[in-house]
C-alpha cells in the first residue's frame, strides 16, 4: 500500500502565498517523478509543476515566476510554494508520484487532493 497525503491549502486574497506539502508513505522502493496537478471547476485536471528525482523541474506556463516546486527525496515529500496567487490559480490540488514499489511494481499514485481558493 502507497499513501500521498497532501497539505497546506487554504483561502488566500489575491497575491498572497500559501504553502503545499505532499508526503508519500508505504510500500515504496524508489520515486521517479513527483508531482503537482490541479482541477478547477468544469475543467480537466492540468499539470501545474513536476520535479524528477535529480531536481529537473517543469512548470506549466501560467505558473513560471511565481510557483516553485521542490523534494525531500528521503523523505519522500514534495512541495509547492505558491507566491502571487491569482483567482485563476482557485482549484483542488493533487500530489502525484510515479514510485516504484518493493515487489518491482512502477506505478503512479495520487493524494486525495487539497483546496486552495484565491479571492479576489
Given amino acids: 500500500q502507497v499513501q500521498l497525503v497532501e497539505s497546506g491549502g487554504g483561502l488566500v486574497q489575491a497575491g498572497g502565498s500559501l504553502r503545499l506539502s505532499c508526503a508519500a508513505s508505504g510500500n515504496i522502493f ?4 513527483m508531482g503537482w496537478y490541479r482541477q478547477a471547476p468544469g475543467k480537466q485536471r492540468e499539470l501545474v509543476a513536476t520535479i524528477t528525482s535529480g531536481g529537473s523541474t517543469n512548470y506549466t506556463d501560467s505558473v513560471k515566476g511565481r510557483f516553485t516546486i521542490s523534494r525531500d ?3 519522500n515529500t514534495v512541495n509547492l510554494q505558491m507566491n502571487s496567487l491569482k483567482p485563476e490559480d482557485t482549484a483542488v490540488y493533487y500530489c502525484n508520484a510515479d514510485l516504484r514499489t518493493w515487489l518491482g511494481v512502477r506505478q503512479t499514485y495520487w493524494g486525495q487532493g487539497t483546496q486552495v481558493t484565491v479571492s479576489s
Fill in 30 to 33: 524508489s520515486i521517479n517523478a
Fill in 73 to 75: 527525496n528521503a523523505k
